[in-house]
């Protein structure tokens, strides 16, 4: 079945380090995929995604991209800052299952002045 | 600002009183989703709701009705609440691609 795994956090940085979460999934086809944030005491909101292998979703300063051959999609950023802090959700979505996201377990990242 | 709401935000009930949660958006979006979010178990999806009277089951949704009466409200109702359902409920609008917009969320507390 389809599935998303994340790495366990929390993950602690240093501001201004460079940050990885690494993302895998498995699904068959051509699932999109995305990434989700959700700040302390909110929703979640989409930070970004990409629909096709070999895209790159981005957007303020995050990066990931979509890797077929190793159904990956990790999510980095070059330097991280405190505001940053949050909980990072990994999710992917087909076609044939109606769009329904499936999630991952999320990945907390806590940056350090 | 994708345009929903929910209430209440903060609930406190009893066991066994039924509880309803209202999800209000603005944006027209045909797919409507109502998750709960608990420690150690992520987001998990309670139901569904893809047009007006059109809705659906997710993974956990026994204990749980919803209604969809109008495109911009989906209700969800606790019957009879227990303390299982102590959670963080979130409502969220999508376009049917898996982009989702979320509320931000109703912490309900079954004493």
């Known amino acids: 079945g389809n599935s998303v795994t994340q790495m366990e956090g929390p993950v602690t940085l240093s501001e201004e380090a460079f940050l990885t979460i690494n993302c895998t999934y498995t699904?068959?086809?051509?699932?999109?995929l995305f990434w989700y944030v959700q700040y302390p005491g909110e929703g979640l909101q989409l930070l970004l995604k990409?629909?096709?292998a070999d895209d790159k979703g981005s957007n303020k300063g995050f990066e990931a991209t979509y890797r077929k051959e190793t159904t990956s999609f990790h999510l980095e950023k070059g330097s991280v800052q405190v505001s940053d802090s949050a909980v990072y959700f990994c999710a992917l979505s087909r076609r044939d299952s109606n769009y329904q996201l499936i999630w991952g377990a999320g990945t907390k990242l806590i940056i350090k002045p | 600002d994708a345009g929903i709401t929910q209430s209440p935000r903060h609930k406190v009930t009893e066991t066994g009183t039924p509880v309803t949660l209202r999800c209000h958006q603005t944006?027209?979006?045909?797919?409507m989703y109502w998750y709960r979010q608990d420690p150690g178990h992520g987001l998990r999806l309670i139901h569904y709701?893809?047009?007006?009277?059109?809705?659906d089951k997710g993974e956990v949704s026994d204990g749980y009705s919803v209604s969809r009466s109008k495109t911009e409200d989906f209700l969800l109702t606790l019957e009879s609440a227990t303390s299982s359902q102590t959670s963080v409920y979130f409502c969220a609008q999508g376009t049917g691609d898996g982009e989702l917009f979320f509320g931000e969320g109703s912490r309900l507390t079954v004493l």
């Open positions: 699904a068959t086809g051509y699932p999109s």
């Open positions: 709701s893809y047009g007006v009277k059109d809705t």
């Open positions: 990409a629909t096709k």
């Open positions: 944006e027209n979006h045909r797919y």
